[in-house]
């Protein structure tokens, strides 16, 4: 049988929590069609606080000889005086993304059957950010002159090429071929008008392959609007880095929330593995409690699973989810408990007894 490569980066707070209960609702779903070797990287602001490193390079090297990256969350308590300097989220998890070259981060937004959504009449939400991963305001393409002067200046300077943005925006029409063939580019055009621009071109010109796909276009503002208004609108968004970063925690929240929300950071050629994460952080707030919600992370496995060409299994566990999701009273339940749900659930494989 096939053996599949996993490296497992558990965390910060409610981070390993979530991925014990995805990893084992993963091995369970893939039964004996592939066989899973994990190797568990020990990062993050804990690893920070212990040792003081953030990404070493021969782990980063290390990571990169797997065949996918499943990660919890990364990160402390925001403000932690002690955590100022490493910055984790730049110095690892961002690192991962941009050495890894994802650049498609992909975050689907299901409102699944049983779940209530804070909206009182949302549709039928079934749409997918492809968020742009390696580019826009998060290279660190800044500065910062007469720091704690009254003259201080900061700068952060958004970063799009044509190469980025056209691989990005092919990778969503043609999901949307896959889908229901329709994308919706989101950004500021009215304002940022240089980036914008490159965007609304890009768009423009790849559209002309892909003639079955309807094209539309929302400024940000507007688009968090349709969000809460109309979310049974969307069918695929593209966009850039930190505006699909905003809108996916919205999307989140829209659909049941944050604990719901997965997501996949992509090298479509495959030349670097991908990672598959919850779009949420570490929880500081409950971290610890046992009320963390693993489906996010569970889900991620779903989108790893597929990424990895094993479909079936994938199916497995978006279908357990599913059901387990219809299926919950409302009453509270842990972590582990939740994961035990969604393994129970499991459909079992063709061919095992
Ligand atoms: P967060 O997503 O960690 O938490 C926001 C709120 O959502 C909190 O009230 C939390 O309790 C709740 N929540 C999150 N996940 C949940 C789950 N699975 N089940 C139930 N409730 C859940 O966002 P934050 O507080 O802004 O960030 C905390 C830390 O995580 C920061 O250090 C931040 O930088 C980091 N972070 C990391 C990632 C990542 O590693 N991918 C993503 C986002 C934030
Ligand atoms: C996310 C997070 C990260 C991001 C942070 C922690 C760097 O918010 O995965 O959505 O902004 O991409
Ligand atoms: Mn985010």
């Known amino acids: 049988t096939r053996t599949i490569r996993l490296a497992v980066i558990g965390g910060d707070g409610i981070g390993p929590e979530v991925v014990a209960e ?4 993963l091995t369970a779903a893939v039964g004996d069609e592939a066989s899973i070797e994990t190797t568990a990287f020990s990062l993050g602001a804990a690893r920070y606080l212990a040792t003081g490193d953030v990404l070493p390079d021969d782990e980063l090297a290390a990571i990169a000889q797997h065949d996918a990256i499943l990660l919890g969350a990364v990160g402390g308590t925001p403000g932690d005086p002690r955590l100022k300097d490493a910055n984790i989220e730049r110095g690892l998890l961002l690192k991962l993304r941009f ?6 981060n992909l975050r689907p937004t299901v409102l699944w059957p049983g779940v209530e959504s804070p909206l009182r009449d949302p549709g039928d939400v079934d749409f997918v950010v492809v968020r742009e991963g390696t580019e826009g305001p998060y290279v660190g393409n800044g500065g910062a002159l007469r720091v704690g002067t009254p003259a201080e200046i900061a700068t952060e300077v958004s970063v799009n090429t044509a190469y980025g943005v056209e691989r990005v925006v092919r990778y969503a029409f043609a999901k949307a071929g896959e889908r229901r063939n329709r994308l919706t580019l989101v950004h500021k055009t009215n304002v940022l008008t240089f980036a914008g621009s ?19 276009y929302l400024h940000v503002d507007a688009a ?6 109309d979310p049974a609108r969307f069918d695929v968004v593209v966009t850039d880095n930190l505006f699909g970063d905003i ?7 829209i659909s049941g929330g944050i604990g719901l929300a997965a997501s996949g950071n992509i090298n479509p050629s495959g030349a670097f593995p991908s990672m598959f994460e919850p779009v949420h952080g570490s929880a500081p707030d409950i971290a610890g409690t046992g009320k963390a919600d693993p489906t996010a992370a569970i889900l991620s496995t779903a989108l ?14 978006t279908a357990a989810v599913t059901a387990d999701l219809a299926a919950r009273s409302g009453a509270p339940r842990t972590t582990a408990e939740t994961g035990a749900a969604v393994r129970a659930a499991l459909p079992v494989p063709q061919g095992a007894s």
């Open 224 to 229: 968090t609007i349709f969000l809460v208004t």
């Open 247 to 253: 809108l996916t925690d919205l999307a989140g929240a």
């Open 99 to 104: 050495a890894l070259d994802h650049y498609v």
């Open 22 to 25: 995805a990893l084992s609702v």
């Open 304 to 317: 790893l699973l597929d990424h990895l060409g094993l479909p079936e299994a994938a199916g497995r566990v």
């Open 198 to 216: 490159l965007w609304k071109r890009t768009v423009d010109a790849v559209a002309a392959e892909f003639p079955d796909v309807a094209v539309d």
